[in-house]
């Protein structure tokens, strides 16, 4: 797969408490196949491109604990590490601001527990937003789905929806400029915070084994898928 010929950046937003985990844990440190998910996730993005700025935002009261991780597992990817702020808008400003010395290229913005994304997406989603200026990563719905209102559930049409997933790319002066609008409950991600400051957002495809850990059901599904990964990776005999 070749490299991009224009500078790429990557932020990795890990600013979660995992209550919903019921861990003793924030869900980025729980260890996945021998190693804490958030490694397995700035692995992806290393193994695309070991040159690529890697900036990690992380809670402030984690980042002691983040470091002693990195000596435990003799991790070396290097990363810029930055403490978030209070909401997921405030983290992403962060880790932009620890980019300020660039000026151009591409950036993609990831959340910690997705530690699955493949190369290809990172690939299509990085040259989709040079060449467009947005890129966010989706998959169609498998399931039937109904809109609630009240008392009163009604069928709608599943096609007309996609589910979101990360990472999300723009150029980065684009993304920089949009996440110097005022905070808003409505922004949900950054693909809302760059269509509110008036740009298109354009879908690339995504994968159903991209999810994002939450539950531990999902700890499940994220030992199998990586020792599918393992299985297919192993020498035949």
């Given at each position: 797969?070749?490299?991009p010929s224009?500078?790429?950046?990557?932020?990795?937003?890990?600013?979660?408490t995992?209550?919903?985990?019921?861990?003793?844990?924030?869900k980025?440190?729980?260890?996945?196949a021998?190693?804490?998910?958030?490694m397995h996730?700035?692995?992806?993005?290393?193994?695309?491109?070991p040159?690529?700025?890697?900036?990690?935002?992380?809670?402030?009261?984690?980042?002691?604990?983040w470091?002693?991780l990195?000596?435990?597992?003799?991790?070396?990817?290097?990363?810029?590490?930055?403490?978030?702020?209070k909401?997921?808008?405030?983290?992403?400003?962060n880790?932009?601001?620890?980019?300020?010395?660039?000026e151009?290229?591409?950036?993609?913005?990831?959340?910690?527990v997705?530690?699955?994304?493949t190369?290809?997406?990172?690939?299509?989603?990085?040259?989709?937003?040079?060449?467009?200026?947005?890129?966010?990563?989706?998959?169609?719905l498998?399931?039937?789905?109904?809109r609630?209102?009240?008392n009163?559930?009604?069928?709608?049409?599943r096609?007309?929806?996609?589910?979101v997933?990360t990472p999300?790319?723009?150029?980065?002066?684009?993304?920089?400029?949009?996440?110097?609008?005022?905070?808003?409950?409505?922004?949900t991600?950054d693909?809302?915070?760059?269509?509110k400051?008036?740009h298109?957002?354009?879908?690339?495809?995504?994968a159903?084994?991209?999810?994002?850990?939450?539950?531990?059901?999902?700890?499940?599904?994220a030992?199998?898928?990586?020792?599918?990964?393992?299985s297919?990776?192993?020498?035949?005999?």
């Amino acid at each position: 797969m070749q490299e991009p010929s224009y500078p790429i950046y990557t932020i990795v937003v890990a600013g979660g408490t995992g209550s919903r985990m019921n861990a003793p844990l924030p869900k980025q440190f729980l260890p996945v196949a021998g190693l804490p998910v958030l490694m397995h996730t700035l692995l992806r993005f290393h193994a695309y491109n070991p040159a690529m700025p890697l900036v990690l935002v992380l809670p402030a009261a984690e980042l002691a604990t983040w470091k002693d991780l990195c000596l435990q597992y003799d991790f070396r990817v290097t990363h810029q590490v930055v403490a978030g702020g209070k909401t997921r808008f405030q983290s992403v400003q962060n880790g932009l601001a620890a980019l300020r010395i660039y000026e151009d290229g591409v950036v993609a913005v990831h959340d910690g527990v997705r530690p699955f994304v493949t190369q290809a997406i990172i690939h299509t989603a990085f040259e989709t937003a040079h060449e467009l200026g947005t890129a966010v990563v989706s998959v169609a719905l498998k399931d039937s789905i109904r809109r609630v209102t009240g008392n009163v559930s009604k069928a709608v049409n599943r096609n007309a929806y996609k589910l979101v997933q990360t990472p999300q790319c723009f150029r980065l002066p684009l993304l920089r400029r949009a996440y110097e609008q005022g905070e808003s409950s409505q922004f949900t991600d950054d693909a809302s915070v760059v269509e509110k400051f008036g740009h298109k957002i354009h879908l690339v495809e995504g994968a159903y084994q991209n999810i994002k850990l939450t539950t531990p059901e999902d700890m499940l599904l994220a030992e199998a898928i990586l020792a599918a990964e393992r299985s297919n990776q192993s020498p035949k005999q």
